[in-house]
């Protein structure tokens, strides 16, 4: 078991009463193991964040610091959008 350290926290009483209510309904024996698992769950989202900045967006934003011709502009952009809705549309 992890080392487990004492907080005194104060919360929205909306959430304290989500929390009162996981613990009445058995889902967790105790309010301390629900806003643990709701910080882990925060901590890993966080995680996956970030992995996914490391992976996708930096490679996307080096390879187009490196080369800003190749972006297209903002009426290339919608002018794209608006064929494929035409398109769509039969018109």
Known sequence: MPAMRKL???IPEDLALFVDAQVAAG????????????LAGL??????L??????????????????PSEL???????????ARLKARRGS
Not at 50 to 67: H, S
């Open 8 to 10: 005194t926290i104060e």
């Open 27 to 38: 889902h967790y024996a105790s309010a301390d193991e629900v806003l643990a698992e709701g």
């Open 43 to 48: 901590a890993e989202d966080d995680a996956e």
């Open 50 to 67: 970030e992995a996914w900045i490391e992976k996708e967006v930096i490679p996307v934003y080096d390879r187009v610091m490196a080369n």
């Open 72 to 82: 297209l502009t903002h009426e290339e952009v919608f002018g794209g959008i608006e």
